[in-house]
Structure formats: structure tokens, C-alpha cells
């Protein structure tokens, strides 16, 4: 059993950077793909980014360039650096935990534990 908790959300302006964590109990928080996802009012949850077990990391080609996914096991925390928002980026961002494999997990139903989510609000 994983329990996942997210943090650092909040209001920036466009352009702006901010930096999600997302704190994981567990003793074997190393053997786990994570992944961020996001969803807007009326939208269904979309992919982010995701890394392995060993630290190969993916990108949804929207946030290419912008946003980068990292992981410390020492402190069993991944992190989402969000940087030149927009405000299409508003959403509640999630992170979620799933198996461990060679290749990114992109789709929700292959996580098995979730957080609550944080809200990101990007005004213009």
C-alpha cells in the first residue's frame, strides 16, 4: 500500500514557475513508476510525465521544454518543476504510483494508487 500526497500548488501568473512534490509512505517507494497527471473542469484526466523506477522520464509534447519530472528515493518524493506557465496549465495535477517497468506509464488505469490532487491556477 502506497499513500500519496501532493503539494506546492497555487495561483501564478503566466510565465511564471512553480514546483510540485508529492510525499509517498512506504518502504518501497524506489520500486515504483510515478507519474503527474492533470484535469480541467469538464476534461478527463490527461498525462503529464512519468518516470521509472530507475530514472528515465517522459513528457506529454505540451509541456516539452517547460515541465520536468524528477525523483528523490532517499526522500521518497517526485517532483514536478513547472516552468513558463500558461494558463492552459490550470488544472488540479495528480500523482500517482504504479508498477515498476522499463517504459512510462501514460495511462491512468495503469497506476494503482493516487493523491488528491493540488490545484494549479495560471491567470493571464
Known amino acids: 500500500q502506497v499513500q500519496l500526497v501532493e503539494s506546492g500548488g497555487g495561483l501564478v501568473q503566466a510565465g511564471g514557475s512553480l514546483r510540485l512534490s508529492c510525499a509517498a509512505s512506504?518502504?518501497?517507494?524506489?520500486?515504483?513508476?510515478m507519474g503527474w497527471f492533470r484535469q480541467s473542469p469538464g476534461k478527463e484526466r490527461e498525462f503529464v510525465a512519468a518516470i521509472t523506477w530507475d530514472g528515465n522520464s517522459y513528457h506529454t509534447d505540451s509541456v516539452k521544454g517547460r515541465f520536468t519530472i524528477s525523483r528523490d528515493n532517499a526522500k521518497n518524493t517526485v517532483y514536478l518543476q513547472m516552468n513558463s506557465l500558461k494558463p492552459e496549465d490550470t488544472a488540479v495535477y495528480y500523482c500517482?504510483?504504479?508498477?515498476?517497468?522499463?517504459?512510462?506509464?501514460?495511462?491512468?488505469?495503469?497506476?494503482?494508487?493516487w493523491g488528491q490532487g493540488t490545484q494549479v491556477t495560471v491567470s493571464s
Open positions: 512506504g518502504r518501497t517507494f524506489s520500486s515504483y513508476a
Open positions: 500517482a504510483a504504479g508498477p515498476a517497468t522499463d517504459y512510462g506509464l501514460r495511462f491512468p488505469y495503469e497506476y494503482a494508487y
